[in-house]
């Protein structure tokens, strides 16, 4: 979904930088792409990934997770470990969520200047589709 969609301003009103946002179905988080963690936040509910190409990104797991203070996550990285596109970064219990009334929205944000397209806003992408953003030269 496009971030104009997410009901927290700092994403809405891209004060952290332009990206998308996923409802979470599930409570596993992968990896877009091919990269290196470069930050995992206190708490587990946001990290940092640097892809091959130079694409920075900021995933943030849940709006308001903070407060749980990392009960519901279980992080299977660490910094400075090299993924690869699909593996397992993070595991959220969303039953905890629903009981923390925190919602199940993932935004993902560009930190850094690269240039891209975003083709797959608004709508349903699969496990593993990599067709949405496009790196621009």
Known sequence: MSLEHVPDDMFSKYLLGDGFAI???????????????????????????RGDQGVDILIHIGLNAVRLRNEPFEIAVQIGEVVEQGQLLVK?????????????????????????????LDVDVALGQSDCVHILE
């Open 92 to 120: 959220a219990d969303l039953e905890k969520f629903r009981e923390g009334n925190v919602l199940p929205i993932m935004p993902v944000i560009f930190t850094n200047q690269a240039m891209f397209k975003m083709t797959c």
């Open 23 to 49: 409802d979470l179905y599930s409570g596993e988080v992968v990896a877009p792409f091919k990269g290196k963690i470069t930050a995992i936040f206190p708490g587990g509910h946001a990290l940092g990934l």
